[in-house]
Structure formats: structure tokens, C-alpha cells
């Protein structure tokens, strides 16, 4: 057996190694006359390896293992390091392996599926317990005083308030907030990264499409937005599980109209759309649509064909 048994580590190699290689020869070449430096990088191996090929090896060891990590780490499989290290023995020194190349993938694909199946059950379970939190917490949480429900079930809070501009729905809008889920959990905060957020605000949740657009510029408010505002029944994995009601506090600090796309070419702006008269219908003219690109094209060659016509007869 002469090639790694384990589908896992399929590519590994060429990933962490060749992948570093492309990388390096994609780097943009130096401007004409730039100073270029001539001095090799140090050799991080030097003094510690009897010899190159012995170099090389490690170094491709130490790769290998750190994706196999990684990869095992991301799939939560279960594994016995020891075990692994002997069967990645065998099947790289050519030795006669327990299974095969083929049976190791049958029987990762196997594992794999029962992993996924597992954790569908797992996410089925948080979304109900989810579920059942946030419509308790958003009960209780309506009858505290200073709270506000809309019409589609919006719960907001004035935390500060303020007299500036109100945002429109797709204005870009400048925030600060901190997002959790009903247990306090924090998901997400620009506060945390130190950074306010900045976004279309027709392209959020609806919550906060809807919860923005009441707030005044240089306010704070609380809101507490159930799962169909939200996420829904998908959830945002991995940290906001299925039919999650979320808790924000937003401070709403700057508000632009969002600008428009560029029209190509700066010329007519839409498509023209040509209705023969009743009687030639009746004769079969058909409804023709005009492109923009090519109603200009037929303004010009009207303009010229009438300049010609206009000009005076030698």
C-alpha cells in the first residue's frame, strides 16, 4: 500500500507545501530599476539535520501532522493519536496495512455520516430548547416598563435618547452594538472588536431593518428580536442556534443615503419599448423592445442621417 489510506489527508501535502510555492510565485514582480535583494532567506534548518534529504522530511512530518490536527479537530472525529500514528506508519513505509486504501474510505464515509446525523440531532435539540427560551423571554420581557412592541413583534427599548436624523431603509448606517442570545450569551459585538459596523440596512435581518429606521442618530436602543426577525429556523452557525430570539443593544452613529450604482457609459438609462399602432398589430407588427445601448447607437445615426439631409447641395 503505498499511498495515505485516510481521505482526510488527501492534498495535505500539496496544500501546506506547493500551496506556499504558488503563493510565492504569484507575488507581484518588482517595478523596473527597483533595488532587489540578492541575499538568500536564512535556512531555518541549518545545523540541525545531518543532511537535505533528512531536512526535507521533517519539515514535510511537521506539515502533515498540523493538517491532520486541524482536519480532525474541524470534524470532532474521535481518534486515538497513537493509532493513527501507526496506521500513517504502515501505509507510508509501504508495510501491509490492517485494511485497505478502499476500506478506510468506506469506513470514514461511514463515520462521517453518523457525525453529521449526530450533530442534526444535537441542532434540532438547541433550536427547540431555543424556541421555547426565547418565547418565554420575550413574554416576560414585554411587560418591563420602557418596552415597545411593534406590529410584527419587534420588542425595543429607549436605553438613550437623541433628536437626530432617522435612517431610511437603504441608507448605510454607522453602529455600535453588542449582540446576545436570551441566556446573555454574546454572539457578536463591534464594542469587543473595538470597530463600529457599517452596512446597507436593507441588507441585515429584518429586525434590524426595521428597529433602525426608529432610532434617531446619536441614540441607543435595546431590541430583543424573535427568531423570524431574525435567523429563523436555520440559525447561524455555529454560535446562534435554530429559532433564536436575539438581544441587541444598538447605538445608531452616523446615517448615508446609500448612492446608487454608476450608470455604464453615463448614456440613456433604460430600455425603450416600441408599440406598433392598433392597425399594425392587426397586420402582425410585433411589440419590439429597444436595448439602451442600441436606442443611442440609433439616436446618433438619426442625428447624422439628418445632418446630411439638412446640408446644403453643392
Partial sequence: MKTLPIVLLSGVLAGSVLGQNNAAKASPAPAPGAAVASAPAADPGAGKFKNDLEKHSYAMGVLLAGDIKRQLSRGNYEHDPEIVIKAFSEALRGKPTVITDGEANVI???????????????????????????????AANKAKPGVQVTASGLQYKVIKAAEGAKPKGDDIVEVHYRGTLVDGTEFDSSISRGQPASFGLNRVIKGWTEGLQLMPVGSKYQFVIPSELAYGQNGSPPKIPPHSTLVFE????????????????????SDIIKVPSADDLKKGAQIEVIKSTDAERLQKEAADQKKKSEAPKK
Avoid at 256 to 267: N, V
Wanted: hydrophobic share 30%; proline share 10%; net charge positive.
Fill in 250 to 269: 444598538v447605538e445608531l452613529l452616523s446615517v448615508k443615503p446609500q448612492s446608487p450604482p454608476p450608470l455604464p457609459g453615463g448614456g440613456a438609462t
Fill in 108 to 138: 470514514l464515509r461511514t463515520y462521517s455520516a453518523e457525525l453529521r446525523k449526530k450533530a442534526e440531532e444535537k441542532r434540532k435539540e438547541d433550536g427547540e430548547k431555543a424556541k421555547v427560551a426565547g418565547e418565554a423571554f420575550l
